[in-house]
C-alpha cells in the first residue's frame, strides 16, 4: 500500500488520486446567468443533497488548478444568487460533457451542446429541457474552502421548484430508477450507467470543439443521430477537408464500397454505426463526404 501525504504531492497528482477513489460521483449540470442575462451552463461532481426541510443541494466549483482562476459558474452565483441544477441521464451524457469545454466568456454552452434552454418560473436561469430532473434554486451561501488552484466553493443551494419529467415515474407516480437512467462520474475519462456499469468519455478539455450549433443543418436535424451522437460530432475541431476525405477513401476502400446509397437516412445510419463505436473520425468521413 501506498501512502499519499497531501502536503507533499502537486495538486493534480492528488485531485486525479482522490476522483480516481471517490465515486460514483452525481453530476450537477449547473445553469447560470450573469449580470447581463448571458446563459452558461457547465457540470459539476462534487455535489450531492444535503437536506430535505429545507431542500437542499450543494456543489462546489473548484478553482482552476492550472492557473487559479475561477469558474464562470462560481463568478454568476455570486452575482445573482440563482442556479437551475439539471440531472444529467445517458440519452445527454455526450453533450453535457461536450458543454464543459473552456469555452470563452460570453459562449452559450447551451447552443454549443445542442441543448434546450428552457424558462424557469421562480428563477432567471433556464433549465435543460432535455434533463429528467430539473431543480430551480436560490442561493443560500457559498462557502470558499481556499484561496489556491484546487480550492473548492460549496455553493449551498435551497430548491425553489423541482421539475420532473412524467417519463420517469413508474405507476405510483415515484421515479423509476431505471426509466431515469442516470449517470455519474468516476476517475479520468469514466462514468458509470446506474443500470449498465461503466463506459468512458473523452475529455473535451484537450480541445476546443465546434459544437453542435456549427453542424450541418442535415446532420443537426437528423432522424437517426441522437443527442449523444451529435455531443460526439460536435467535438472535434474542425470538419474534414475535402482532402482529407479523398484521402480517407483511399486508404479504406473498403468502407467507401458499403456507401450503397445517398439517402441521408441511410447514410446517417452507417455513421452511427461508427459513432456507437466511439469511431468519431470515420463517422466524420462518411458525412462529410455526403452531406
Known amino acids: ?21 471517490i465515486g460514483p460521483r452525481p453530476i450537477a449540470f449547473a445553469s447560470t446567468i450573469d449580470t ?12 450531492n443533497v444535503f437536506s430535505a426541510n429545507p431542500p437542499i443541494l450543494i456543489f462546489s466549483p473548484a478553482r482552476r488548478v492550472r492557473d487559479n482562476t475561477s469558474k464562470h459558474t462560481l463568478d454568476n452565483v455570486h452575482a445573482t444568487k440563482e ?23 460570453g459562449v452559450n454552452e447551451f447552443e454549443k451542446a445542442g441543448l434546450t434552454m428552457v424558462p424557469s ?28 488552484g484546487g480550492a473548492g466553493n460549496l455553493v449551498i443551494c435551497e430548491v425553489l421548484l423541482m421539475h420532473v419529467k412524467e ?21 479520468g ?33 437528423s432522424s437517426v443521430l441522437t443527442g449523444n451522437d451529435l455531443g460526439k460530432l460536435g467535438n472535434v475541431e474542425a470538419l ?16 467507401k464500397a458499403q456507401i450503397i446509397s445517398e439517402n441521408p437516412t ?16 470515420t463517422a466524420w468521413n462518411i458525412l462529410a463526404a455526403n452531406k
Open 1 to 21: 500500500m501506498i501512502t499519499i501525504d497531501p502536503k507533499e504531492v502537486s495538486t493534480g497528482r492528488l485531485h486525479g488520486m482522490m476522483l480516481g477513489a
Open 36 to 47: 447581463d442575462g448571458v446563459p452558461n451552463l457547465s457540470p459539476f461532481s462534487f455535489f
Open 83 to 105: 442556479v437551475v441544477i439539471n440531472i444529467v441521464n445517458y440519452d445527454i451524457v455526450q453533450q453535457m460533457s461536450l458543454s464543459s469545454t473552456e469555452y470563452a466568456t
Open 121 to 148: 418560473t421562480k428563477v432567471e436561469p433556464f433549465r435543460v429541457g432535455e434533463s429528467p430532473v430539473q431543480f430551480e434554486c436560490k442561493i443560500r451561501e457559498v462557502v470558499a474552502l481556499g484561496e489556491e
Open 167 to 187: 417519463a420517469v415515474l413508474d405507476n405510483e407516480g415515484k421515479i423509476d430508477q431505471h426509466k431515469i437512467d442516470q449517470v455519474a462520474r468516476m476517475g
Open 189 to 221: 475519462n469514466w462514468y458509470t450507467r446506474a443500470k449498465a456499469g461503466m463506459f468512458e468519455v473523452p475529455k473535451p478539455v484537450t480541445t476546443l470543439g465546434i459544437g453542435v450549433d456549427t453542424l450541418p443543418e442535415s446532420i443537426r436535424l
Open 240 to 255: 474534414p477537408a475535402e482532402a482529407d476525405i479523398r484521402q480517407f477513401f483511399a486508404n479504406h476502400p473498403e468502407i
Open 266 to 281: 441511410e447514410i446517417h445510419k452507417f455513421a452511427k454505426q461508427y459513432l456507437d463505436q466511439n469511431d468519431i473520425t
